[in-house]
Each structure stands twice: as C-alpha cells, then as structure tokens.
C-alpha cells in the first residue's frame, strides 16, 4: 500500500455540561458529541526514513507542536515501526473553532496509520494514546453521536439521532478563534457554570434518538457561553438571526466561537445564507451539513 486517504469530520456539541473543577486542573465533563459531516483530508504515504508532515494551512505548525505530528510520534513510540512516511494534512476546517478538527485529525491520524502498517494495534489500544492527544480526540476514534464523560475522553457511543435525519446544520465562524484554557478558566467566575446539573446531556440524547424537536430544542446547552458571550456578544446576535431565520435551535459548540444552527431541510439552510452574509457581511467561514 503506497499510500492512502482518509477524510477528518468535525463535530458540535449539542451538551456541554461542566460538572465542578477537578484536583488536576481540568473540568468534570458530560457532553454530548454529533459528528459533523465537513471535512479536513489525511493522506499518509511511504516516504524516505523519518516522519514529514505537510499542511495546506500557512499558520498551521508542522513541527511536534502538531496534533497529527504528535499522534504520528506516539503511534510509532508504542508500535515500535521505525517511520519512513509523509502525511499530507489538507486544512478546509477552520482553526480554534470547538469544532474539534485538529482532534479529528490526531484521531483518524491514529486510525490511518494502524491501517496502513496492517493494524499493529488493536482498536482499543488506541484509546488511552487519544486521550493523552486531548479530551476530544476519543470522539473521533468511533462513528456515530456519543456521550463524553471525565474530561469528555471516556466515550459511550449512541444509536442514530432519528430526529436529525434529513436536517440540516448551518455553522459559522467568524474568523476570531477561542481559546480553549481560557474558557474553561473563567468559569470560576460563573459558579452555577461551572457545578451544572447532571443529567442533562443523556436527556437530550434521549430526545434526539426517540424524543421530539421542542423537548430538544430546549435542552440544548453550553455551560461555556456564559464567558465566551460576554466576551464576545456577536455570537449571541448570530443565534438571534439564525432562530428569526426559522431555526430549531441555535448554539455556540464547545468552547467557541463557531456557532451552529439547526434547520428542518437543508433547502431551508441555505436559503439562509444570502440574509446571514447580508446582515453580518462576507467574511467568516459559513457552511451547511446536510445530517
Ligand atoms: O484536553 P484538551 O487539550 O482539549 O484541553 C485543553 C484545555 O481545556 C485544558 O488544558 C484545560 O485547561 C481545559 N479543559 C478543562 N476541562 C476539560 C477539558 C479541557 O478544563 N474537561
């Protein structure tokens, strides 16, 4: 096998319910993980000895600061193969977005890799490498919606979301990205934030696999807006147009600044976006997942 490509999705999270800072510095997590039908492309290839990874992406390091880089590194450290390989990393998604892409990428990195030297490792011995990668990166070692618990890593995968089928998801990022600690730390200025109830990721699930859309709707929630959306009140405009705009529900996904929106047909999707573009301008990255 001379080489091979894989596409790296993206995901929201319809949940994402901090439940109370832990002794190691991190946030008790329960999510709720859908993976998004938009794609970054991975190709791996033989190559001379050595690992060289390449990226379409100007601003994206391809040193060991990488994910993919360093999910290369420890798949070889752990298989013991001595790497002669090039990894061609084809950016369409945007950066710091919390919309998982670059743990999409350490994640079918891993998966590409174990297929290409003819599975060296089990499925599962890839698990506890994803999760010293970063708390998202499990997700995307599976298929399908899924419940994250502990940092998000400890993965319960779901049935079929059935109220999703044919839908449609509009996202976008305005160009500005978010960091991730940053988010999570100002939480303790937002008590209630930051110790949420649980449960509520499991009974949103439960409404998308056999519920109906206003007990969904409802439920939807990210304990992280609260910091991001003071910081950055446009991100509340932009869920304000797309619910005027005949959205079901409207959300910012993980720690921001992507938002995304829900619409009963992907025909009502993009007949959204002219208005959008209008309203806000051309810039920023907007898309529309048919589900
Ligand atoms: O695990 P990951 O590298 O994605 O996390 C980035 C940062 O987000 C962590 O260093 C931490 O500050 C914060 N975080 C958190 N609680 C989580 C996940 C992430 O506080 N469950």
Redesign the pocket.
Known sequence: MNSLTQRSPCKVNFVLNPLGLRPD???E?ETLFYSVPLFDELTVEAGDPGLVLTCSHPELPVDGSNLVHKAATQFFQITGLTPAIRIHLEKKLPLAAGIGGGSANAAVTLRLLNQFFGFPLEASALDPIAARL???VNFFLQDGPAIGLG??ERIESLPPFRLLEGKAMVLFHPGFGVS??WA?KQLSEFPLARNGRPGRAAEVARSFIDGDWPTAAAGLYNGLEQPVLRKFPILRLYQEFFLESGARAALMSGSGSTTFALFDSPEQAWHVLPAFKERFGPSGWLEVAPL
Do not use: I
């Open positions: 510095g991190y946030h997590l970063g708390s998202d940092r998000g991730t600690p999570f």
